[in-house]
T-cell receptor, first 114, second 112 residues
Framework: EAGVTQFPSHSVIEKGQTVTLRCDPI?????LYWYRRVMGKEIKFLLH????????ESGMPNNRFLAERTGGTYSTLKVQPAELEDSGVYFC????????????FGSGTRLTVV | DQQVKQNSPSLSVQEGRISILNCDYT??????FLWYKKYPAEGPTFLIS?????DKNEDGRFTVFLNKSAKHLSLHIVPSQPGDSAVYFC???????????FGTGTRLLVSP
């Protein structure tokens, strides 16, 4: 089966601009997660979708971040306007309802805000 | 407030020897623990997990030990191979919330 696909793999934008990251989960996976790793630190949870519904968005840093999952398939994460501290690697992961919690992660999008 | 800690940023071992990676946690509500392996420019890959009702889980060369009273878990790799060289992340969750809390990772280097 195809894995979790994220694009772009890299994005460099100026402070104040808008960036949209996309994640295509494994087909049939109801659960979709966004995580972020900043400056080589720990990987931190951002939010969790079950199908098209936001199950938990407690990790979203502020209202400059907007995540959507229309139709319960792919998801987008928009940052508007981007700030310097938003730089990092954004990972998407997906799992089925019967998984053993070993989520499948994508390769990530490295975002650099200059 | 880091709930999952990996105090060793790096570890070097020789091929064929045992690698022991350690992880400590503070939240007693965690009931499931996982280890992920990460190569550069790739996402984390699930390696092995353990439920809080167990104290050991084994999968081939990989064994995870859990000491709930000490809030400590460890990953043993025996024998270590050069292909095991990667960053290893410890993660924990409360299964009621399905939100992984990660440590900062330990970079393992296995030399031939």
């Amino acid at each position: 089966e195809a894995g979790v696909t994220q694009f772009p793999s890299h994005s460099v934008i100026e402070k104040g601009q808008t960036v949209t990251l996309r994640c295509d989960p494994i087909s049939g996976h109801d659960n979709l997660y966004w995580y972020r790793r900043v400056m080589g630190k720990e990987i931190k949870f951002l939010l969790h979708f079950v199908k098209e519904s936001k199950q938990d968005e407690s990790g979203m840093p502020n209202n400059r971040f907007l995540a959507e999952r229309t139709g319960g398939t792919y998801s987008t994460l928009k940052v508007q306007p981007a700030e310097l501290e938003d730089s990092g690697v954004y990972f998407c992961a997906s799992s089925s309802r019967r998984s053993n919690y070993g989520y499948t992660f994508g390769s990530g999008t490295r975002l650099t805000v200059v | 407030d880091q709930q999952v800690k990996q105090n060793s940023p790096s570890l070097s071992v020789q091929e064929g020897r045992i690698s022991i990676l350690n992880c400590d946690y503070t939240n007693s509500m965690f009931d499931y623990f996982l280890w992920y392996k990460k190569y550069p420019a790739e996402g984390p890959t699930f390696l092995i997990s353990i439920s809080s009702i167990k104290d050991k889980n084994e999968d081939g060369r990989f064994t995870v030990f859990l000491n709930k009273s000490a809030k400590h878990l460890s990953l043993h790799i025996v024998p270590s191979q050069p292909g095991d060289s990667a960053v290893y992340f410890c993660a924990a969750m409360n299964t009621g919330f399905q939100k992984l809390v990660f440590g900062t990772g330990t970079r393992l280097l296995v030399s031939p």
